[in-house]
């Protein structure tokens, strides 16, 4: 938090809440508010609710702890809902027909604000806002016109395959300028689809002039790169001449959902990305009916955030430039394949590494660019690893003899660079792999070849999970090292080291040498480590819940 007042350098701060997310970095909750509190040190005002006991002593703590020096120089603004002591009490919330009242009194005046919520976080929330507003100095009158107004952040969007290996993005749970904009971004994120396509219903209640509004519609359209436009309202057909003086983008214009599913089956969707988004009045649900592929009885629901969050968590035990080859062999140890791959792309993995070629030309076709080593490659699958731009896993002397014949033969044209090979060194794991005394051998072959170039070299640690073959593991590292070395100096060229796994990663962190292998870390819990990273949800559930990844390639026995 220290740093990060550093580069935020907030002048207002408000501390929502304590809970006990993150709680595990920290020796209890009073550990933690402290840490956050440092954010606001250097804030002239700081708005939070009394009622949050940690809160408020958490404060009382610093400012004496930090008497004489200036750190903590804001002045406080607190509400409270419990009577506490505050410059904002509360003093009634009342619920009605999806509405919240909430009565206060400041500076001995009554106040109140009516929300569209009732949830009680939302009310939270607007009281927070209320109170930074009234510190800012907005009018009431002002401050309660514009929280009626207020609307529910857009629902989380959700990936469901659909038919024609198509996948779907079903938003209609708003519609506005600003939702469509992420949403589109969103479908812009799924590679896996080379087409994309929009079916947008009549925005509603924009308060914008309607030429106005469409004309930014379609100009949102062009930029976010849309390939088909398929619209229903009577408002986008009457101007539908703005869309189509967007260059020759392929557009259909409905009056009415009804007209849409009348008109246009299934099969007129084929191999795309599809966004589905319309207001709540136009009954979307019905094309998304339509659309959505049947799943199965029990599905696998992968959160695809906390994936990315482990992937976070083992970013934070790393030194700063160890790379990251993400292992998403079997698709993913089962759990989805350019789904996952796409996202590690996103989050700027270094290299990917699948167990067949097959895997890794599936995740080229969905788009994935990201260099991609095959751990198993197959004499009959060399032309086609090259054709996509695999790099095979190199573990004995016959595999690169083949690799490398299949390589001149494939040199017919012009001259090409050398395909990279990744080399497999044995050090204990005793199942594949160069040994010491191969090395020899392999410099021989390798040395100025221009055929072959090693971009990495590597092994694998047996029982990097146990803490009762600690020596035996770093005796693996040692032996690595030697060879590795040995090897870069009689080739003469640098190439990436790694030996590390996920379980490694977190016991041997001085062997990251110059990338790690992130495998089950990724996707679930990590047995005997102290830092447990929070892990994927796994569950079982019924169909008409949510994202599933039950698609074709469901493994069978889940
Ligand atoms: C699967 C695999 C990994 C990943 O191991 P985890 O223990 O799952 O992190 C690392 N290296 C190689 C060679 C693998 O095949």
Redesign the pocket.
Known sequence: MEALQHIIRPTIGIFTNIGPAHDEGFLNRQHKVKEKLKLFFNTDILIYCSDYQEITQGILDSRKSHHDENNVKFTSFTWSMQGNEADLPIRSVEKKNGATTISAVHHDEPIAITIPFTDDASIENAIHCWASMICLGCEQERIQERMQELRQVAMRLELKNAVNNCSLINDSYNSDLHSLSIALDFLNQQQQHARKTLILSDILQSGMDEQELYQQVSRMIQQKGVDRFISVGQALSRHQALFKSNNELPSSFFSSTNQLLNELSADDFQNEGILLKGARAFGFEQIGNLLEQKVHETVLEIDLRAIANNLNVYHGYLNQDTRIMA?V?AFSYGSGSYEIANLLQFHRVDYL?VAYADEGVALRKAGITLPIVV?NPERRSFATMMHHNLEPEIYSRRLLEEYEKAVFERETVADVEPFLIHLMLDTGMQRLGFEEDDLTWLVEKLKDSPYLQVETA?S?LAA??DDGEIAFTREQIDLFDRMSNELMEQLGYFFLRHIL???GILRYPEAQYDMV?????MISWNRGVRYKPPFLRLKISRPEKRWAMAGKERPSTI
């Open positions: 292992m062999k590494a751990l590597f694998h990097s999970g796994n996920s379980g292998r992130l495998g089950l870390g």
